[in-house]
């Protein structure tokens, strides 16, 4: 079956990390590029990142640049999104997310995972 499954979310106190997973199957992973990709209570998705299938581009939306960092595993289908210096306004849900086309920059996916919450609060 070809399925993504997101994992690592949780509560986290301003100015803490956690490390996000994505666990991929059913699909070659590492043909193919990865994204992350959230959504705030009553807001729509926001793109955060994106990551070539061999891991040597990357590419960072501006409100998480230098804060996150995104990676993949191909030898273990896993890609990660390490959450660094958070802040409260990062409270959402979490999705990885694989392009339609590689690389293609058009932020047009064709299979998401179900999220992975993170909270971040005093």
């Known amino acids: 079956e070809v399925q993504l499954a997101e994992s690592g979310g949780g509560l986290v106190q301003p100015g803490g990390s956690l490390r996000l997973s994505c666990a991929a199957s059913g699909f070659t992973f590492s043909s193919n590029t990865m994204n992350w990709v959230r959504q705030a209570p009553g807001k729509g998705l926001e793109w955060l990142s994106v990551i070539s299938g061999d891991g040597n581009w990357k590419s960072y939306a501006d409100s998480v640049k230098g804060r996150f960092t995104i990676s993949r595993d191909n030898a273990k289908n896993t890609l990660y999104l390490q959450l660094n210096s958070l802040k409260t306004e990062d409270t959402a849900m979490y999705y990885c997310?694989?392009?339609?086309?590689?690389?293609?920059?058009?932020?047009?996916?064709?299979?998401w995972g179900q999220g992975t919450q993170v909270t971040v609060s005093s």
């Open positions: 997310a694989k392009d339609r086309v590689p690389g293609d920059g058009n932020h047009d996916f064709d299979l």
